[in-house]
């Protein structure tokens, strides 16, 4: 199935849900989660099959519809996983609270050399924090993430305090970091519900929200003749109509997890997919369903 699966024709909405298990440690993920009907055997059966036959599987989902609060479609929202580079979510809104974008930054030794996805960031190379701001959010980059929440916090063992103590302000009860982009820990976990709530937060502020828009971008270091090539993670970016981001995330605990928000003639609507398969198309099905559902 391509990228943009074609929704059935006349297929009913009904809010679907689970009942939610027992707070578990971040590190058990589960391959799938059974979604089961609401209440009636007629939309609803309708609905149910429509989500069997794309195989929705994913430990937790949640869909909202940002105009009125109301939950549209959740599966184990509230559960503890990892959420993979979903953290630089957070360190974007405290480096956007705490920074300032046009302070230059050294990519130290230790953020130079850090793990997984990066732009081989060079030592001792300078850029703009908001450079490294566009880095970590559009192409998830963890040496640029490193960079800047060093900057930020001094260290970022610092950050990460930061973060925990403005999770605890928003009120994120089910939500705790051990590092600042996103690595599997322990006690690095959150839930779909907070996300939703970290999610709707950060698209408030402008400079974020036009960020994770971005299909495409270069930046380049303030002391030296080379660029970088930046392309979004997220591909339904240019691919759906309305969709404003938001980030990608995938680590060997969390699976392959997304944020999106998309918007259309007035209606907006926000996912939560985590540890999902078939990202994408599941995504893309939810999306397009739940604004099917506003209408």
């Known amino acids: 199935m391509g990228i943009l699966p074609m929704l059935a024709g006349g297929l009913g909405w009904a809010v679907l849900s689970l009942t939610a298990p027992a707070t578990v440690h971040a590190s058990h993920v589960p391959s799938s989660a059974t979604v089961v009907p609401a209440v009636s055997p007629s939309v609803e059966f309708k609905s149910f099959a429509f989500f069997r036959r794309h195989q929705m599987q994913a430990q937790s989902i949640l869909l909202k519809d940002l105009s009125t609060g109301r939950t549209l479609y959740e599966v184990r929202a509230n559960r503890r996983v990892a959420p993979a580079s979903l953290t630089k979510i957070m360190s974007a809104l405290v480096i956007l609270e705490y920074g300032q974008l046009r302070d230059p930054v050294t990519v130290s030794r230790k953020a130079a050399s850090a793990r997984k996805i990066h732009l081989r960031l060079h030592a001792g190379h300078v850029f ?41 302000r928003m009120g994120l009860l089910d939500t705790h970091f051990s590092n600042a982009c996103g690595f599997d820990s322990p006690t690095h976990y959150t839930t779909a519900a907070d996300l939703a709530t970290l999610s709707e937060a950060a698209m408030q502020d402008h400079t974020f929200r036009a960020l994770v828009r971005k299909e495409v971008d270069m930046i380049f270091p303030l002391n030296a003749n080379h660029s970088y090539w930046l392309r979004n993670t997220n591909r339904l970016l240019g691919r759906i109509p309305g969709i404003e981001g938001i980030k990608t995330g995938f680590t060997s605990q969390a699976g392959r997890c997304l944020v999106a928000k998309a918007s259309q003639d007035g209606k907006e609507v926000l996912l939560v997919l985590l540890h999902a398969n078939r990202r994408w198309d599941t995504a893309s099905s939810l999306l397009r369903q739940g604004m099917q559902s506003l209408q």
């Open 128 to 168: 703009r924090l908001e450079d490294l701001l566009k880095a970590m959010l559009i192409t998830s980059a963890n040496d640029a993430c490193l960079a800047a929440v060093e900057h930020v916090g001094g260290s970022e063992e610092m950050f990460v305090t930061m973060m925990n103590n403005k999770a605890r």
